[in-house]
């Protein structure tokens, strides 16, 4: 059996969606089974790319142009080839262009077997200015579609054009890496030092970062921002106009080990996303993994499906800076609370393995 998976980005890349398909693919090639992915280069190239990590094939389509983070890949000129070759294309939405060339391969498909993996609804997110053009474009790949799979509940529930589809709905959490299902101990309340606060992701405008730091203002903690080739002057700005410089620390990318060590080191995990383009955050289940206990917001996604309210943390309004700070503020002054979290953001964790989420793959491959 083999399998492609299509998606923007690949690894290298780090994101939510490529920890899924680097993780996935990794597994089921274990299985027996010929993995391979295919996406956009991150960066502007006009050669294809390929790699071999392990098993796994990735294929990067040669990208000329951005705009932006999106890359303008319109004719994927080697995707028919890929699709020729493989038993099961398994694409994850949303990405426009290569749906666009996925339906344009409709003749192919047919001869094939088609599972989406559905990330996000798209009217809250980058994509919602042509949400009313990109919805006619999707439903009639869905037509095509064996399964579609959502990673939450929230997903299915939130989306007008899924429950024309339902009977082909399936629910699939996500899981995180193999790095992150280690055995820790719960965390203990820091009696002789300042609370430590950390926010993992890209710096985008959706992950809303700009409320995690003005809801430090007044508290005694500090924040540490990791991401991804940060580009993030205006943060650094704003830290510097609150009077906080001393509070923040900005780290570029990481590696595995550097990024456990850091949650090692830390206290609690910072999740302000603003809208749905977040639509489930794979680095919350690393965080609870790892004994953190998280304050996210309540977005009609699986956001608050990962990370439960008054379980494994809190859950606030997206946007508000002031329930962000009143829920820090009320974290870090309970001890009882604080290590009742962590005890059961480990149990909840588990929830999430990969044995889980591969096993459900694979039956839907078989």
């Not at 099961?88 to 060339?101: D, G």
């Not at 996604?301 to 009143?326: C, D, K, M, Q, R």
């Amino acid at each position: 059996m083999k399998v492609l998976y299509t998606l923007k980005y690949s690894y290298p890349s780090t994101g939510g969606t490529e920890s899924f398909i680097d993780c996935l693919s990794h597994e089921i090639s274990h299985k027996g089974i010929d993995a391979e992915s295919y996406s956009c280069s991150e960066i502007r190239t006009y050669s294809n790319i390929k790699i071999l990590k392990n098993k796994v094939k990735i294929f990067k389509q040669a990208t000329y142009f951005f705009l932006k983070s999106q890359p303008l890949n319109v004719l994927f000129l080697s995707l028919r080839s890929k699709i020729r070759k493989s038993d099961i294309i398994h694409h994850n939405y949303p990405f426009p262009t290569l749906e666009l060339a996925l339906l344009l391969n409709r003749g192919l498909l047919k001869r094939r077997k088609l599972i989406i993996t559905w990330h996000a609804n798209v009217k809250n997110s980058r994509w919602g200015f042509i949400e009313k053009y990109y919805d006619k474009l999707i439903s009639k790949l869905l037509i095509y579609c064996d399964h579609i799979v959502v990673t939450s509940p929230a997903l299915l529930n939130n989306s007008e054009i899924l429950k024309n589809y339902q009977e082909k709905v399936k629910i699939i959490p996500l899981s995180c890496k193999q790095i992150f299902n280690l055995e820790v101990a719960p965390k203990h309340y820091p009696v002789d030092r300042n609370f430590k606060l950390l926010f993992v992701g890209k710096i985008r405008d959706y992950k809303g970062i700009h409320v995690a730091i003005e809801s430090i203002v007044g508290l005694n903690v500090t924040l540490t921002i990791v991401g991804e080739k940060m580009v993030a002057r205006d943060l650094k700005e704003m830290v510097a106009s609150l009077g906080i410089k001393n509070n923040v620390t900005f780290i570029n990318s990481v590696s595995d080990s550097e990024l456990i060590e850091l949650y090692k080191s830390h206290d609690l995990f910072v999740f302000p996303s603003v809208n749905e383009a977040e639509a489930f955050g794979i680095v919350q289940i690393e965080a609870m993994s790892m004994g953190m206990p998280v304050i996210n917001t309540n977005l009609n996604s699986g956001v608050p499906f990962v990370s439960v309210n008054e379980l494994t943390g809190l859950t606030v309004t997206p946007g508000s800076v002031i329930e962000f700070h009143n829920a820090i503020s009320r974290i870090i002054h309970d001890k009882k609370l604080y290590e009742q979290f962590s005890v059961n953001c480990i149990q909840r964790s588990k929830e999430f393995s990969i044995e889980a989420m591969t096993n459900a793959y694979l039956e839907l491959y078989n």
